[in-house]
């Protein structure tokens, strides 16, 4: 009898560990598809490489101050990188030649905030739109792996690659957010010391800090960052106050919305109700806000289209749905799943921003009063930050909804112009402000700069929106015409339908 008991007792932990490890192995799956990486890849067929030595010639280009274009130029380019810049009498030796006649040459452009997660074809989707470095800001060791690649002569845009970011869990909930966030979790000092120099190891740009690290964390990666010499940017936590970031070497907040989060903490916590009298207290305390930003040489990434959304996703999804490029976003991330409250999901059923069901309309209005606040605040800061002279980097939080990578930066850009930025602000804050934060080389069409370089049809010191009038993207030396750029974009399509299993809202 007694072996009968044993051997169902047995058979019971068998059945139990083989449902264990049939769950984890299901739920993981699931989240690699959800983060994109069993969507097909894309496979573009465009022109070889070939020769890494020609020059452009005849063609406008923006001075190193970026307030006007040169007419006339001879651009020499060489195993990747500029050689020389002449006018029209300098020859530009026995090396083939693009002309450029009548068109615009700027620095590539850089999207300062994305999240490539393992959406490879994202890669396709920045070099189409112009985008030849990211910085993204959750970064796994396939993003370190891309990275190489793309130094190897992958197309895509150079990575600044940001750890994946620090917080604060009880031992169950972290195990659970580290795994299915892929978050770093720390709950002492020397847990941040040990993850900071395994990031440092492996090669990691920068650390950054997340909503729910708490404030001894904070202190602890300051001084590790520090200590290491790597940057540290990211989210202002919920645990510090202003006080604190003016206190530690953090020299990058990841959106303007953390100052709304902040000073909504001053403030005790805004409502429907009283989101006038936060607003006030914004315009109060912005310029102060800024001047300190200033002392303390940090700069911050807008992200504003995707706050100003907020309150739109809630109220209309299907128009902000149908007017994003949804068809070449990857379907695993819009798609997203149900198996996790902070999915990545875009599609009505998911979306991380839409109303929980059963909302009724007085609710609704508080909502929509509450997010529009929210998003005049954002305003209100950018505001300071602009007239005081606040570095601004160009960000989208792209794969986030509703932003599409690559796709998205325009869309910034354009909201920055909106927002009261000239078009030669917009277009450093998108070039040399980045490439001087991150060091890489580019930003500036200049003797000895990486030739990462965008030739468009239209004058963006006119008007932004001339950066989507793309002929040519060079990206590492390497030429891309229109005929290549709509060949990755074609690719990207064709894959993502291939793998979509939810059909998407389109246009009426």
Do not use: C
């Amino acid at each position: 009898m007694r072996k009968w008991i044993v051997r169902i007792g047995l058979g019971v932990v068998a059945v139990m560990m083989i449902g264990a490890v049939s769950s984890y192995l299901f739920i993981d799956r699931e989240l690699t598809r959800m983060y994109g990486g069993l969507t097909e890849p894309a496979n573009p067929v465009v022109a070889d490489a070939g020769t890494r030595d020609y020059a452009l010639v005849n063609v406008s280009v923006l001075a190193p101050e970026g307030d006007r274009f040169l007419p006339d130029r001879i651009v020499v380019i060489r195993d990747g990188q500029i050689r020389a810049i002449g006018n029209t009498t300098t020859s530009p030796g026995e090396i083939p030649t693009l002309d450029g006649r009548g068109m615009y040459l700027v620095p590539g452009f850089t999207d300062s905030h994305v999240h490539l997660w393992e959406s490879e074809n994202d890669l396709l989707l920045y070099v189409a739109n112009g985008v030849t470095q990211v910085r993204d800001m959750n970064s796994l060791p396939v993003n370190l792996r891309w990275r190489d690649e793309i130094e190897e002569g992958r197309i895509g845009p150079d990575i600044f690659a940001v750890a994946p970011q620090f917080a604060t869990f009880g031992p169950m909930e972290g195990a659970f957010v580290g795994w299915v966030q892929h978050k770093t979790i720390v709950r002492t000092a020397d847990q941040v010391d040990a993850a900071v120099k395994d990031y440092v190891a492996e090669g990691y740009d920068a650390l950054k800090a997340s909503s729910y690290l708490d404030r001894d964390g904070y202190i602890a990666l300051s001084a590790a960052a520090a200590e290491h010499n790597i940057p540290l940017v990211g989210h202002l936590p919920m645990a510090i106050g202003l006080e604190d970031l003016w206190a530690s070497n953090q020299s990058e907040v990841a959106h303007v919305e953390e100052f709304v989060k902040a000073l909504d903490r001053e403030f005790g916590g805004y409502s429907a109700d009283t989101a006038e009298d936060f607003l006030a207290f914004v315009r109060e305390r912005s310029d102060g806000v800024a001047d300190r930003m200033i002392a303390h040489d940090i700069s911050v990434t807008s992200t504003l289209e995707l706050v100003d959304s907020f309150h739109r996703q809630k109220f209309d999804l299907n128009t902000e749905l149908t007017a994003a490029k949804l068809t070449y976003e990857n379907p695993g991330i819009s798609e997203g799943t149900i198996i996790t409250s902070r999915g990545m999901g875009w599609l009505p059923q998911v979306n991380i921003y839409r109303w929980p069901e059963g909302l009724d309309a007085e609710r609704q209005a508080r909502s929509r009063l509450y997010w529009q606040a929210y998003a005049e605040a954002q305003h209100i800061l950018f505001e300071a930050f602009l007239a005081r002279g606040v570095p601004i980097l160009a960000g989208t939080d792209a794969n986030v909804p509703v932003r599409v990578p690559g796709f998205s930066l325009h869309e910034e850009m354009e909201a920055l112009q909106a927002a009261g930025m000239s078009p030669a602000e917009i277009l450093a804050s998108a070039t040399t402000l980045p490439a001087k934060f991150m060091a890489s080389g580019t930003g500036e069409i200049a003797e000895g700069r990486k030739a990462n370089l965008v030739l468009l049809r239209d004058n963006p010191l006119k008007d932004i929106g001339a950066t989507e009038s793309i002929e040519m993207v060079i990206v590492g030396g390497r030429a891309l015409d229109r005929q290549d750029l709509d060949a990755l974009l074609d690719s990207v399509r064709t894959a993502n339908d291939n793998s979509r299993t939810v059909p998407i809202p389109v246009a009426e």
